[in-house]
């Protein structure tokens, strides 16, 4: 097989239709800070498999993460980084020894009121923004990301509480992304999911990505930090309410 060729099973049209969504998803991030990941997984989860959909969804939101970094990279805080790597990898280590899975709906239900209380609550206590609390921060979201498709609200509501201008927030909370999503590509891999097979696709994808994060960039230039943390914070509750609302049904049904 041919590294960049597509998967037999996705359609052409689907192709088409993921990297348009892609676009959106990427330009809607840059824009609004959060919301574009889990807006993707959600079509993705539409026509890749199961058991290739969070491998392959990290990958896409790796490169995504990535190239708005590198786009932003002047407004990254070095400070948050340095101790978010750590973090990081912790968590990915943790997550890799666990065998047995917590159900999907503890997550949901965990995540959407952490998100919840940092939107609206009185948020975390000074010293949790230091090295030490970044670092355990990282490792939480690290491990969590491995069993759950999008941790980006979980991310951005630590993120948010930094006090920075929105170019710092939407550079530093991709920037974290990216380390967040890169060990899902070793872990994976041990774990025998074949990455050639989807290379081509997630390459595609990869590209998408680059045209709406550059969109969504030169739409956030004409917004100000006050408007922008608005809406960063309207999407993280809408967010965090669709959790809550997974977490319900699914334990209803």
């Given amino acids: ?80 980084i340095l101790a978010f790597l750590p973090g990081t990898l912790l968590g990915a280590w943790l997550g890799s020894l666990v065998l047995v899975r917590l159900p999907e709906q503890v997550w949901q239900l965990s995540i959407a009121l952490f998100v919840l209380w940092m939107s609206w609550g009185p948020g975390l206590p000074k010293a949790a923004f230091g090295p030490v609390g970044i670092m355990l921060a990282a490792a939480f979201t690290g491990f969590a990301s491995l069993f759950v ?38 872990l994976f891999g041990g774990l025998g999911f074949v990455l050639l097979d989807w290379l081509g696709f997630i390459a595609l994808m990869i590209l998408a990505t680059v045209v709406g994060n550059r969109l969504g960039l030169m739409l956030l230039g004409r917004i100000n930090d006050q408007r922008f943390h608005h809406l960063f914070n309207a999407i993280l509750t809408l967010l965090a309410l669709r959790l809550l609302w997974q977490a319900i049904t699914g334990w209803l049904a």
């Avoid at 990297?19 to 993707?40: E, H, R």
């Avoid at 941790?151 to 990216?178: D, N, Y």
């Fill in 1 to 80: 097989m041919e590294i960049l060729s597509l998967p037999a099973d996705l359609a052409p049209l689907w192709v088409a239709v993921l990297m348009l969504t892609a676009v959106c998803t990427a330009m809607i991030t840059s824009l609004f800070g959060v919301g574009g990941g889990l807006a993707l997984l959600l079509v993705m989860a539409l026509a890749i498999p199961p058991g290739a959909l969070i491998p392959v969804h990290g990958l896409i939101q790796m490169g995504a993460n990535a190239s708005r970094a590198a786009m932003t990279w002047r407004h990254i805080n070095g400070r948050v």
């Fill in 149 to 186: 498709g999008a941790t980006g609200p979980l991310v951005a509501a630590f993120i948010k509480q930094i006090p920075q201008h929105r170019f710092a927030t939407v550079a530093t909370f991709a920037s974290a992304m990216t380390l967040q999503h890169a060990p899902k590509a070793v």
